[in-house]
């Protein structure tokens, strides 16, 4: 079966098709500034200009991983933080309406974990947790073939499990969420006020690997309560596999991923533990989760 998916982005939007578990075309574009309608339009061009390169005739459906929550019943976006004019917007439809094929709308970090489910990481596996920190913390788990998107759409969302009761407040209103102790930001916030001024991650990581020790804490600090929600998440879940992705893990590198794991084995010391794995399909995984959406819904 061949589905093409859409990875929306705040900056660009890919595109791809895939058929049989192969990438058969690829594209991408910028996403409008006036977001909203045109945001569609472009979509619906990728969509188009993927389907045409694919040679392919027999495409079933579109699937999108868009950025935001999700009211996945209306197929709306309820926001997205960086696009604009897509509040309450109904963007399973206008999509619809502006390829001709039905659109499945997927949550981007479960896109991603589908994909590195089924295609990457964890295609071994029968279960896995998908968990992406970069500026903030996303996710997706996956049981079986499916994403788990819970009840009230909210599964997955590792980002906002609480690892320090009365911690930092988080963008969500809550406090101490593992994205206010272990993102991207948390660390920068913590240099910031650590150094006196500014300080973005990549900048931490490389006074931390000079062995610096202010660094050196804010880093150890963040991997522990990483290791920790995953800990926590494995005695819940219970995974074969975590896939860890997102600029922090990557710029991080093997030392960090070194911190982690220690962490997770302490946490998890006394209980069985799934492999901690490094995501394989990087910015792909977005579109190609997306097509994998659309595929399972048929
Ligand atoms: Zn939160």
């Given at each position: 079966?061949?589905?093409?998916?859409?990875?929306?982005?705040?900056?660009?939007?890919?595109?791809?098709?895939?058929?049989?578990?192969?990438?058969?075309?690829?594209?991408?574009?910028?996403?409008?500034?006036?977001?909203?309608?045109?945001?569609?339009?472009?979509?619906?061009?990728c969509v188009?200009?993927?389907?045409?390169?694919?040679?392919?005739?027999?495409?079933k459906a579109v699937g999108v991983g868009s950025p935001g929550p999700l009211d996945f019943e209306r197929g709306r976006v309820r926001f997205a933080p960086n696009i604009p004019n897509l509040t309450d917007f109904p963007l399973r439809e206008a999509l619809a309406e502006a390829v001709g094929l039905p659109v499945v709308l997927e949550n981007d970090a479960n896109a991603a974990a589908l994909a590195e489910h089924h295609l990457g990481a964890a295609k071994d596996a029968q279960s896995s947790v998908?968990?992406?920190?970069?500026?903030?913390?996303?996710?997706?788990?996956?049981?079986?073939?499916?994403?788990?998107r819970g009840a009230f759409?909210?599964?997955?969302?590792?980002?906002?499990?609480?690892?320090?009761?009365?911690?930092?407040?988080?963008?969500?209103?809550?406090?101490?969420?593992l994205e206010a102790l272990a993102s991207g930001v948390a660390i920068a916030r913590d240099a910031r006020y650590a150094y006196k001024r500014e300080m973005d991650t990549p900048e931490v990581f490389a006074r931390w690997r000079k062995g610096e020790p202010k660094a050196r804490r804010i880093v150890e600090q963040a991997a522990d309560y990483l290791g920790l929600g995953l800990a926590s998440l494995q005695?819940?879940?219970?995974p074969e596999v975590f896939v860890l992705g997102g600029g922090v893990v990557l710029g991080g590198g093997a030392a960090y991923l070194e911190l982690v794991q220690a962490a997770f084995a302490r946490y998890t010391e006394g209980w069985r533990a799934g492999a901690l794995r490094v995501a394989a399909l990087g910015k792909e995984a977005g579109w190609i989760g997306a097509a994998l959406a659309a595929e399972l819904s048929g």
């Amino acid at each position: 079966m061949a589905t093409v998916g859409v990875d929306l982005g705040g900056t660009k939007i890919a595109a791809g098709v895939l058929a049989d578990g192969r990438v058969r075309a690829r594209t991408v574009r910028p996403t409008p500034k006036e977001g909203g309608l045109a945001v569609v339009e472009a979509m619906a061009a990728c969509v188009r200009a993927a389907i045409q390169e694919s040679g392919l005739s027999g495409v079933k459906a579109v699937g999108v991983g868009s950025p935001g929550p999700l009211d996945f019943e209306r197929g709306r976006v309820r926001f997205a933080p960086n696009i604009p004019n897509l509040t309450d917007f109904p963007l399973r439809e206008a999509l619809a309406e502006a390829v001709g094929l039905p659109v499945v709308l997927e949550n981007d970090a479960n896109a991603a974990a589908l994909a590195e489910h089924h295609l990457g990481a964890a295609k071994d596996a029968q279960s896995s947790v998908y968990v992406t920190v970069s500026t903030g913390i996303g996710g997706g788990v996956v049981f079986g073939d499916r994403v788990w998107r819970g009840a009230f759409g909210q599964g997955g969302e590792v980002g906002h499990f609480v690892v320090l009761p009365h911690g930092p407040v988080c963008g969500c209103g809550q406090s101490g969420c593992l994205e206010a102790l272990a993102s991207g930001v948390a660390i920068a916030r913590d240099a910031r006020y650590a150094y006196k001024r500014e300080m973005d991650t990549p900048e931490v990581f490389a006074r931390w690997r000079k062995g610096e020790p202010k660094a050196r804490r804010i880093v150890e600090q963040a991997a522990d309560y990483l290791g920790l929600g995953l800990a926590s998440l494995q005695r819940v879940l219970d995974p074969e596999v975590f896939v860890l992705g997102g600029g922090v893990v990557l710029g991080g590198g093997a030392a960090y991923l070194e911190l982690v794991q220690a962490a997770f084995a302490r946490y998890t010391e006394g209980w069985r533990a799934g492999a901690l794995r490094v995501a394989a399909l990087g910015k792909e995984a977005g579109w190609i989760g997306a097509a994998l959406a659309a595929e399972l819904s048929g």
